[in-house]
Every structure is written in structure tokens, then in C-alpha cells.
């Protein structure tokens, strides 16, 4: 037989005092109503005694907050995300927030249904990666008063709160490594796409490459071909027309593992020969042999900044109230075996 909930009524009536007194000192408001410590004390020992559980949907359509926070992103298998995921929910739940965590496969669709999924629910504010087309989106939830911070990417001339990498410092840093250390014909294999994250990492190799005096090789593989087997035929091709490369540039870490994949079942010398950098770091680059060069992304403070923007948003009536911040950080190479020196 199932056992009947214990509610605020049924605690009042046993304790023959009113529902709202019971509300009061459950919801934290016995000092602020004058309720006495000793009244207090006995609803707080009855409500133990019955395990009483709070009514989350009554609470929420009650106070207008959830207690609950989205965190959407690209694909939260890859470890750069579940990473941050694993530090933000940690954070979130000191703060007496619970975290829910989804993939929108950087598709204009599936972000949209899930936005409009999670606002209907009522989750009282979002972390996004955003993909493309949703610009539109996020100015509608800013407009409806859902605070909402943007992840490693953002949409030029929308204010709105973002914390991103200094991509393109970080990639004409990575590359100019490269190149004092004797690499001088050095691939660089990204996704198409206008992004901002993206267009950075290119711009930053592009402008290394060129300030060096040397021609830029570059891959740009349709990121719905990414994850589908067929990057690593645009790799084979790629390695093929650009002759003689001596080095290769992976603008994520996803294209780092097809490559060396490739590079593996192809030719396992190529490892060996090749400069080979990435960016974002993963565990497996660390044992990797040779061990994997990246550009290694800050996640505990960029969790930290991404909370430290949230957080107060989810306390203003109007979100408008807390000036729009940009935050840009700088990511580190983490300098390994596959750049080292040709000499």
C-alpha cells in the first residue's frame, strides 16, 4: 500500500495550529513573523518525525523560483563539457540549486525545444553553448526576465552575460610554439563554421602563420560530418593535397582523436614525425605516446566565473538591474612530447 504524503495541513491539524504558521516556519519566515523559538522548534521536530517532503510544484508555482538550473551544451559526452558540468553542479548545489544537463548537438532546433521545454518548467535560469541560429532565442528569454549566461561562445551585439576563452590568443600562441620550434609547414584542421569560438582559433593560427612569413593549410570539415566516420576521410584527403606537412594544428579535441585514429591505422609513424597539437586537453593526451600538446581551458575558473555571473541574476526581479559582463580568460599550452623540437 502506498504511503499517504504528509502535507501542511495534515502537520496543522495534528498540531492544532494554523496551515499558514506551519508555511511560515517551514519556508524559513518564524523569526520574521514572530513565531516563538519554542513553536518553531516543535513544527521543525513534528515535520522530521513524518519525513515531510515540500511540494516542489506547489513551492515553485508559490514562490515563482525552482530552485532548478539548465545547463546546455554542445555534446555533454565530450569531457571539456562534463567536465565543467560535474564542477557547476557541485557549485549549484551549495547554493541550494539542482542542475539539469542536455546535448543540443549544435542544432538551431533541438536548442530551441529544449529552451522552451526547460522556460516552461519554470528552471529559473540557464547556462548555454549556443548553437548558430538562436541568437533570437536568447534575446527573448533576456526580454522575459530569465537570467541566461552564455559558454565559450556568444552572438555579436547581443547583450548578454558571457564568459569565453581568448581563443584566438590562445591558438596564435600554440602555433607560434610550433613554429620556433622548426615546424614550418603546419596544418590546421577545423570545423566550417561562423562561430565565434571557431572563427578565433583560425584567425589566431592564420595571423601566426602569416606574421612568420609561411602559407596557411587549412581543413574545414561540416561539423555534421564530425562525428559520423567521414572526418577521417576529409583527413586523408587533407593530408594528401597539403604536401609535405610537418605539423598539425586540431582546432578541438574531437578532430585531435579522429586524427590520431587515422594517423594510427594509416601510418603510426606520422605520430611520430608530426608536430601535433590540440586544442582543449583530455586525460587520454597525457599517456598518449607520443604524450599530446593542448591548449588546456581553465575549467574550475571558468565555472566559477559562470556562477559568479548566474547567481546574482537568479536574486534580481528585473535581470536588467545587473550590468551585462563579458568575461574573457586566458587558456594555457600545456607544452608535451608532440611539439618538440625538430632539432
Do not use: W
Not at 511560515?24 to 516543535?42: C, P, R
Not at 508559490?62 to 562534463?82: A, C, H, P, Q
Amino acid at each position: 500500500m502506498k504511503k499517504k504524503t504528509v502535507s501542511i495541513k495534515t502537520i496543522a491539524a495534528n498540531l492544532n495550529i494554523s496551515v499558514t504558521t506551519v508555511s511560515f516556519v517551514l519556508n524559513g519566515k518564524a523569526k520574521e513573523k514572530h513565531i516563538s523559538k519554542e513553536l518553531t522548534q516543535k513544527v521543525l521536530d513534528y515535520a522530521k518525525a513524518v519525513n515531510y517532503k515540500p511540494n516542489q510544484i506547489a513551492q515553485s508555482l508559490r514562490t515563482g523560483k525552482s530552485k532548478i538550473l539548465v545547463f546546455m551544451v554542445e555534446d555533454i559526452s565530450n569531457s571539456f563539457f562534463s567536465k565543467l558540468a560535474r564542477i557547476i553542479e557541485d557549485i549549484a548545489y551549495d547554493k541550494g540549486y539542482k542542475v539539469i544537463f542536455c546535448s543540443n548537438e549544435n542544432d538551431d532546433e533541438k536548442s530551441i525545444d529544449l529552451i522552451s521545454l526547460f522556460k516552461n518548467r519554470q528552471v529559473d535560469g540557464f547556462i548555454i553553448v549556443p548553437s548558430p541560429g538562436i541568437k533570437s532565442t536568447i534575446e527573448e528569454l533576456i526580454e522575459e526576465n530569465i537570467p541566461v549566461v552564455l559558454l565559450d561562445r556568444y552572438f555579436a551585439g547581443l547583450d548578454c552575460n558571457s564568459v569565453v576563452i581568448d581563443n584566438e590568443e590562445a591558438t596564435f600562441n600554440a602555433t607560434t610554439h610550433l613554429i620556433q620550434n622548426q615546424f614550418k609547414n603546419i596544418g590546421f584542421i577545423t570545423t566550417d563554421s561562423d562561430q565565434t569560438q571557431m572563427k578565433d582559433r583560425l584567425l589566431g593560427y592564420e595571423k601566426a602563420i602569416i606574421n612568420n612569413g609561411l602559407k596557411p593549410q587549412i581543413l574545414k570539415i561540416p561539423y555534421n560530418e564530425t562525428s559520423d566516420g567521414k572526418a577521417k576521410t576529409f583527413i586523408k584527403n587533407f593530408m594528401v593535397e597539403a604536401k609535405d606537412l610537418d605539423a598539425v594544428f586540431f582546432a578541438t579535441n574531437y578532430l585531435t582523436q579522429t586524427g590520431l585514429e587515422f594517423f594510427k591505422e594509416t601510418d603510426p609513424q606520422l605520430i611520430q614525425d608530426l608536430g601535433i597539437i590540440t586544442f582543449d586537453d583530455n586525460e587520454l593526451f597525457k599517456i598518449y605516446s607520443p604524450t599530446i600538446t593542448a591548449v588546456s581551458q581553465p575549467l574550475v575558473e571558468i565555472s566559477n566565473e559562470l556562477m559568479k555571473l548566474l547567481l546574482p541574476l537568479l536574486k534580481r526581479k528585473d535581470i536588467k538591474e545587473e550590468p551585462t559582463k563579458n568575461i574573457l580568460l586566458q587558456a594555457e599550452l600545456k607544452i608535451r612530447e608532440s611539439s618538440g623540437s625538430k632539432v
